[in-house]
């Protein structure tokens, strides 16, 4: 990509802006690992889960793309006895996002859902998560994320 050619911000590079948030916007298709920027691999990106909680509602998980969700592990940190994945056709109208752009930093500032974050991200200076549009990401440090979002970090991956 030119360096002319400058991508207008998502609405959630936005709000991390006004909230002077260090972050970098990317522009990235995670399922292409041929297409992934140099030093970036896939591990280094996050997925945001959204499933409903038998007595909480809605509850967001956030892992890297290559590891799977438990979601007993999910259930147990977020005070629910079983979780599961929010159907595909209930997914935009429950978190405003269509399946692939779901974001901890939309979700948060719209619907206040609690959020969980594997701690494995705490290994790390800097994750990628999706920036509310399919194919935008960001590239930002998990602790500061967490802070924003207000989330925990949790054991969320399958072992």
């Known amino acids: 990509m030119s360096k002319k050619h400058k991508l207008k911000k998502t609405l959630v590079e936005q709000i991390l802006d006004k909230a002077k948030i260090e972050h970098e916007g990317l522009s990235i298709n995670a399922l292409e690992e041929n297409t992934l920027p140099e030093g970036v691999n896939r591990s280094d990106i996050y997925k945001t889960l959204a499933l409903i909680g038998d007595k909480t509602g809605p509850v967001i998980g956030i892992l890297p793309l290559t590891e799977h969700l438990s979601e007993k592990k999910l259930a147990r940190v977020s005070g629910n006895k079983k979780v599961s994945m929010i159907p595909q056709k209930d997914l935009q109208k429950t978190t405003g996002y269509i399946h692939g752009a779901n974001n ?27 920036a509310g549009e399919l194919g935008r990401s960001i590239k930002i440090n998990a602790q500061t994320l967490a802070d924003f979002v207000h989330a925990d970090f949790a054991e969320l991956r399958e072992k």
């Open 104 to 130: 901890p930093v939309g979700i948060w500032q719209n619907k206040k859902f609690p959020i969980f974050i594997d701690n494995i991200a705490l290994e790390q200076d800097w994750i990628i998560c999706s």
